[in-house]
């Protein structure tokens, strides 16, 4: 009973969650370039503005200033995708793919979404 | 008109000159008293003894502080260095206790590697492809 308690819940803090966060993912997601920086943040997590802004310029060819990549890495924090941490003087850009769960939970992918295969 | 001299910021020139030669295995070029504990410190490449020279110069103007700590904070080298192989380069440095704010990375037709150089300042090796 209890256990049922409590994943009821979970379930609506998650749906509450779902909607409430839903649009800053979708619209981060929505961006070609912001999806080229998370498809490089997969690569390594972990990296600078500079890096970032090489890895655009030079292995995608995207000559975006580093004001518009900061914007972009706004967009993308402000739906969690990405999350910024000081190290010393330094500040890296790590990748953060857990608000992607969002999207299987509102729409269950067959298989894939089985709780027994999901990781613990 | 050519390039012979280019400098950095550093924090303590003592411990510059120390990185810059045995680090980094530059050779010390000049080395004249200016005033105070200042000194005319500039390194060149072993490989390039005629080469151009870097000047280690005294970080003590209050600008240098906030505009190094801005680059830093965002990864952003000061200069640049050709090495013949960077992977090499960094396993070498990293060897010697050198931190890296971005490890090598193959961007397009070259790679490179950013490292802090104790001093205030981030270096980038690069390596061109052969």
């Not at chain 1, 009973?1 to 969650?17: N, Q, T």
């Not at chain 1, 924090?77 to 999350?83: Q, R, T």
Request: a negative charge; one cysteine or more; aromatic letters at 6%.
């Amino acid at each position: 009973m209890e256990r049922a308690w409590a994943s009821e819940l979970i379930g609506k803090s998650s749906l509450a969650y779902a909607g409430g966060v839903a649009d800053d993912l979708f619209k981060a997601l929505a961006d070609p370039t912001r999806r080229t920086i998370l498809d490089e943040l997969a690569d390594r997590s972990g990296q600078t503005l500079f890096e970032i802004c090489g890895r655009l310029s030079m292995k995608h060819q995207l000559g975006l200033s580093r004001q518009a990549v900061s914007q972009h890495l706004a967009v993308l924090e402000s739906a969690g995708l990405v999350e910024t941490r000081r190290e010393g003087r330094y500040k890296y850009h790590d990748l953060n793919t857990a608000p992607l769960r969002q999207i299987t939970e509102r729409w269950p992918v067959p298989d894939a979404s089985r709780p027994e295969e999901s990781t613990p | 008109m050519k390039i012979h001299l280019t400098s950095v910021f550093v924090d303590d020139q003592t411990k510059a000159e120390r990185f810059y030669t045995e680090i980094l295995g530059f050779v010390k070029k000049h080395d004249v008293p200016v005033g105070g504990e200042d000194r005319w410190l500039t390194v060149v490449s072993p490989e390039e003894a005629e080469g151009t020279e870097l000047l280690l110069e005294p970080a003590g103007h209050p600008a240098v502080k906030p505009y190094r700590d801005a680059l830093v904070a965002d990864g952003i080298p000061i200069a640049q260095f050709a090495v013949t192989d960077v992977q090499a380069e960094y396993e070498r440095l990293t060897g010697l206790g050198v931190h890296f704010t971005q490890e090598p990375v193959e961007m397009g037709p070259v790679t490179t590697a950013v490292f802090d150089d104790t001093c205030g300042n981030l270096i980038q090796i690069a390596t061109q492809p052969k």
